[in-house]
């Protein structure tokens, strides 16, 4: 059994309401705009990290974080990537490995809109963990942690907070 928290677009911010949030965790996974090196580091040291760059991350975090990971975590396949689209309106440069080796959950995000969205068609489990950083369009930070055990994906909770929460 793994504790998973799975963000995005942190956009230089990993504070405490973060923190809190995942405590228990046993693995963070960013799918991407992580913000900088300094801040993937940070959240490195905190929790064990998986992660990917986005579209504003620089030079640094990209020789860092591939731009599409692929790995096996409890007998669940995951594909991560920042710009994935969703259901019906996947992004072109991911199409191809979602319809010739569909994972059993795929993350992207981007959006800044959190999505839990099941596909029938490719029998996968799409995650937008929307943003948990405090810049960008969103009006809510969000985050999700879950749990994989043995080829199931159970227990999933959102975290939410106002842009200027600090509690």
Not at 80 to 85: A, L
Request: aromatic letters at 8%; glycine letters at 8%.
């Amino acid at each position: 059994m793994k504790k998973i928290g799975i963000l995005s677009d942190t956009h230089h911010c990993f504070d405490e309401p973060l923190r809190r949030f995942f405590a228990d965790v046993d693995e963070l996974w960013h799918a991407g705009d992580i913000g900088s090196l300094a801040v993937a580091d940070r959240i490195a040291a905190f929790k064990p990290l998986r992660a990917v760059y986005g579209n504003v991350d620089g030079a640094d975090v990209r020789a860092a974080y591939p731009q599409t990971a692929r790995f096996t975590v409890e007998d669940i396949e995951v594909l991560m990537t920042h710009i994935g689209g969703y259901p019906g309106r996947y992004d072109p440069n991911v199409w191809t490995a979602l319809r010739s080796h569909p994972p059993k959950l795929f993350i992207a995000g981007h959006s800044h809109i959190l999505k839990v969205i099941n596909d029938p068609s490719l029998h996968l489990l799409h995650i937008n963990p929307g943003a948990a950083g405090i810049y960008g369009i969103h009006k809510v930070r969000t985050a999700i942690r879950l749990i994989l055990e043995h080829g199931n994906i159970r227990d999933l909770e959102v975290g939410e907070w106002k842009k200027n929460d600090e509690r």
